[in-house]
C-alpha cells in the first residue's frame, strides 16, 4: 500500500495518437455519496459502474456497499430492504446479509440458521472528506493505494467543507475526460473566459497520480473585480488526481487558498456523477462554520466555472485519433498512457501497466 514515489517520464515520445477506453469503469477510489446523509440505520440504492448497489450504515456506523440483489431470489435490498444491527435485510423473505456480505441469518428456516458461504460481492468502502467513497475493480481486487490525507481539512484554520460548498452534477461524459482538463490550459481561455491562455508549469505523472501546476490569470483585462481589487493576479493552481475517480484543485492565497475536491464516478456507459466540494481559508479571526461571504462568492463562482466543461463534453464524439496540437502533444499523450494503466488488459485501450495492477 505504500505510496510509490518513482517519477513517470513525460518525456517518453509521443507516439501516434491514444483514443479513450471504451470501457467505462477504471480501477481506482470513487465518490458514492456524503457521509452526513447516511445516517446509522439507514440504506440507500445506488447505481454506479453499471451495477445496482446498496450502501448502509449499520449501528456500529461502519458504511458497507454491496451488490444490491439478494442470493436468495434476486430480491433487491434497496428497495424495502432495511437495517437491523449492521445486517441488511431482504424485503422479500427477510434474509439477512452482515457487512462482508456474508448471510447471517434465514429467519424462517429450522434447518439452517444460514448459508455460511454465501456472500454478496462487497466494495470496500470509506469515509473520507465527509464523502463515502468505494474502491472498484471489476475482477474485486483490493485496494492497491490509500486516499490521500487533506492537510487542510485538519486544522481549524479552513471553514469546514460540508454542506456549503457540495453539489453533485450527473453529466453524459467519459470520467477520463474530467481528468485530461489538468493537461487541458487551452480550453481555458474558450469555456472558462480567461483574458489569455493558461501556462503550465510543470506536469508530473507517478504511479497512481498526476500532479500538475498551471498558472493563471484571474480578473486579466479589467482594472478591478471583487475577487482581484488591486487589478489582475497571476497565481499557481495545482491539480492532484488519483486514479481516474478523485481530483483536487488547490487555489492559491493571492487570490483565496482553498481546496477543490472532485469526484468523477461513472454511473454507466453513458453518465458520469461530478461530485463536488471545496473548503476555503478562513477570514481572519473568524470562528464561524459558514463561510464568509467573499468565500461564499468564490465557492459559487467555481461551482459555475466546473459546470462550464459540461457542454463541450455532452457533445463531443470521443475520436480513436486525436490530432494535437504541438504545444499540448506531451502532456495529453503522456496523461492518456498514464491512464491506461487503470483499465483492465482486456477492456479497450487498457493495458494495466501500473506495478500495483500488473501484479494480478
Ligand atoms: S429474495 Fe431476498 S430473502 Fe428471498
Ligand atoms: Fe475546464
Known amino acids: 500500500m505504500a505510496m510509490v514515489e518513482d517519477k513517470l517520464s513525460v518525456d517518453a515520445p509521443v507516439e501516434s495518437p491514444i483514443g479513450v477506453s471504451t470501457y467505462r469503469y477504471p ?42 440483489y439478494c442470493l436468495h431470489l434476486g ?25 462482508d456480505g456474508a448471510n447471517t441469518l434465514i429467519p424462517y428456516s429450522e434447518k439452517e440458521t444460514c448459508k455460511q458461504n454465501l456472500r454478496i460481492r462487497t466494495y470496500p468502502a470509506e469515509e473520507w472528506c465527509g464523502m463515502i467513497v468505494v474502491w472498484f475493480d471489476r475482477d474485486g481486487q483490493g485496494p ?11 486544522t481549524g484554520e479552513y471553514y469546514p467543507m460540508h454542506p456549503h460548498s457540495r453539489m453533485v452534477n450527473r ?13 487541458d490550459p487551452y480550453h481555458i481561455q ?34 478591478a473585480t471583487w475577487l482581484t481589487p488591486k487589478g489582475p493576479v497571476d497565481g499557481l493552481v495545482v491539480y492532484d488526481t488519483y486514479g481516474i475517480g478523485i481530483g483536487f484543485v488547490r487555489f492559491p492565497k493571492e487570490i483565496l487558498a482553498s481546496v477543490q475536491i472532485t469526484g468523477h464516478t461513472p454511473v454507466d456507459d453513458e453518465y458520469t456523477d461530478y461530485f463536488f466540494a471545496m473548503a476555503t481559508a478562513r477570514e481572519e479571526g473568524d470562528i464561524n462554520d459558514e463561510p464568509s ?45 498514464w491512464a491506461r494503466r487503470f483499465y483492465p488488459p482486456d477492456a479497450g485501450e487498457g493495458d494495466s501497466s501500473a506495478d500495483c495492477l500488473k501484479s494480478r
Open 27 to 68: 480501477t481506482g477510489w470513487y465518490v458514492v455519496g456524503w457521509s452526513s446523509e447516511l445516517g446509522s440505520g439507514q440504506l440507500q440504492k445506488l447505481h454506479y459502474f453499471g451495477r445496482e448497489l446498496v450502501c448502509f450504515r449499520g449501528t456500529s456506523g461502519a458504511v458497507s456497499v454491496m451488490d444490491a
Open 75 to 99: 430480491g433487491h435490498l434497496g428497495v424495502g430492504g432495511h437495517v437491523e444491527g449492521d445486517d441488511v435485510v431482504c424485503p422479500w423473505h427477510g434474509w439477512h446479509w452482515g457487512t
Open 144 to 154: 492497491c493505494w490509500q486516499l490521500p490525507r487533506v492537510p487542510e481539512l485538519e
Open 171 to 183: 453529466v453524459k461524459v467519459h470520467p477520463q475526460m474530467i481528468v485530461e482538463n489538468a493537461a
Open 190 to 223: 474558450f469555456v472558462h473566459h480567461g483574458d489569455r491562455p493558461a501556462q503550465v508549469r510543470s506536469f508530473e505523472l507517478h504511479e497512481h497520480y498526476l500532479h500538475a501546476t498551471v498558472q493563471v490569470n484571474y480578473g486579466g483585462g479589467k482594472p
Open 293 to 337: 461571504e467573499r468565500a461564499k462568492r468564490w465557492i459559487s463562482m467555481q461551482q459555475r466555472i466546473v459546470k462550464q466543461d459540461f457542454f463541450t463534453w455532452e457533445n463531443m464524439k470521443y475520436l480513436d485519433k486525436p490530432n494535437f496540437a504541438v504545444e499540448e502533444a506531451k502532456n495529453y499523450a503522456a496523461l492518456r498512457r
